[in-house]
């Protein structure tokens, strides 16, 4: 007698978006600090409270890579270098570190993402002769400012300028980024700098979808963040603000 065939049904994990594992640590209290920081956007950018979320994943996957305090190099909830903390007007010092606040980070991150979208509206100079070139498309003007959160107006202005002395559109992202090597980024830098826009660019429509937070709150004027005290720093926990002094 034939033996009957038994068919084994293979389990597979879906892997879960990493949307959904931010948003389940987006509390009230972070999403109003995003919302309240995308009012400092306007009509004429693209952004919104969901860019900034999908830059707050990316930088630090919503406050759980923050590294250490005091460390030199990018730090915070947004990974903001100390020098770009303090054009933005944030304090940054060992007693008080307004990076890892989520308030006046997040309204710093969104002030950094318009002086970028500002600085690549027109022709900016910079330093030295260089100059940014204007991106008048403000979609693709995005990408440029996206690419310039991750790697300075600096860098991104040389490749524009490297890719018209080519002949290229330097308006364009797809021939501005074969130029961030000869700029001065390294191969890997280089791939970093494209992969974080290909990525904050998903995520934030992604988050778009998904998200609680009111895209529509960049309409109204930011609350002013108060000034933080100093001896001690902030935690959030369980969507509370709470003060932690150092002695």
Known sequence: MAKKKVSRKIKT???????NIWLERETPHTRAALENASRHF??????????????????????KNRRARGISGAAGDFQLERATAKRMGLVVGNKNDERFDVDNAS??????????DKIFGKKTPLSGNLSTSPVKDSEERRKFVIAA????EGRIAKAQSLAEADG????????????????????????EIQEYV?????????????SKADKNAKAGKPKKVKNLPTGGHWITLDGRHIFIEEK
Do not use: C, M
């Not at 306007?42 to 406050?63: P, R």
């Not at 309204?107 to 970028?116: D, E, F, G, R, W």
């Not at 290909?198 to 998904?210: D, G, I, Q, T």
């Open 13 to 19: 994990h879906k892997k879960v978006s990493n949307i």
């Open 42 to 63: 306007d009509a004429k950018d693209g952004f919104t409270v969901n860019t900034l979320e999908a830059i707050y994943g990316q930088e630090s996957s919503f406050g």
């Open 107 to 116: 309204a710093a991150a969104a002030k950094y993402l318009k002086t970028q």
């Open 149 to 152: 959160f991750n790697a300075g």
């Open 168 to 191: 290229r559109n330097p308006a364009l992202w797809k021939n501005v980024k074969k130029y961030l090597e000869s700029a001065g980024a390294n191969a890997d830098k280089s791939k």
């Open 198 to 210: 290909e990525n904050v660019l998903k995520y934030e429509a992604e988050f778009s979808k998904k």
